[in-house]
Nanobody, 120 residues
Framework: QVQLVESGGGLVQPGGSLRLSCAAS????????MGWYRQAPGKQRELVAT???????NYADSVKGRFTIARDNAKKTVYLQMNSLKPEDTAVYYC??????????????WGQGTQVTVSS
C-alpha cells in the first residue's frame, strides 16, 4: 500500500505564490511518474503537471510559465511551485503517483487533496 500526504495549501491573494509538497510512503520499489491534478467546484478533475523519474515534465497550458513541478527521488517527494496565482487557480489540488511495488505490482495512488484558494 502506498500513501501520499500533501501539504502547503491555503489562502493567497491574486498574484501571490504557494508551494505544495507531497510525500510518498509505503511499499515502493520505484515511482515512475508523480503529478498534480486539481478539481474546482462543479468541474472535472484536470491535470496540472507531471514529472517522470528522469525529470521530464508536462504542464497544462493554463499553468505554463507560472507553475513549476519538481521532485526529490531520494525523499519520494514531489513539489509544485505556484506563482502569479489567479482566482481561476482556486481548487482542491491532488497529488498522484504511479510506479512499482517490491512485489513488482503496479500501483497508482492519490493523496487526500489540499485546498488552494486565490482571493482578495
Amino acid at each position: 500500500q502506498v500513501q501520499l500526504v500533501e501539504s502547503g495549501g491555503g489562502l493567497v491573494q491574486p498574484g501571490g505564490s504557494l508551494r505544495l509538497s507531497c510525500a510518498a510512503s509505503g511499499s515502493i520499489l520505484r515511482i515512475n511518474v508523480m503529478g498534480w491534478y486539481r478539481q474546482a467546484p462543479g468541474k472535472q478533475r484536470e491535470l496540472v503537471a507531471t514529472i517522470t523519474n528522469a525529470g521530464s515534465t508536462n504542464y497544462a497550458d493554463s499553468v505554463k510559465g507560472r507553475f513549476t513541478i519538481a521532485r526529490d527521488n531520494a525523499k519520494k517527494t514531489v513539489y509544485l511551485q505556484m506563482n502569479s496565482l489567479k482566482p481561476e487557480d482556486t481548487a482542491v489540488y491532488y497529488c498522484n503517483a504511479g510506479g512499482l511495488t517490491p512485489r513488482l505490482l503496479d500501483f497508482l495512488s492519490w493523496g487526500q487533496g489540499t485546498q488552494v484558494t486565490v482571493s482578495s
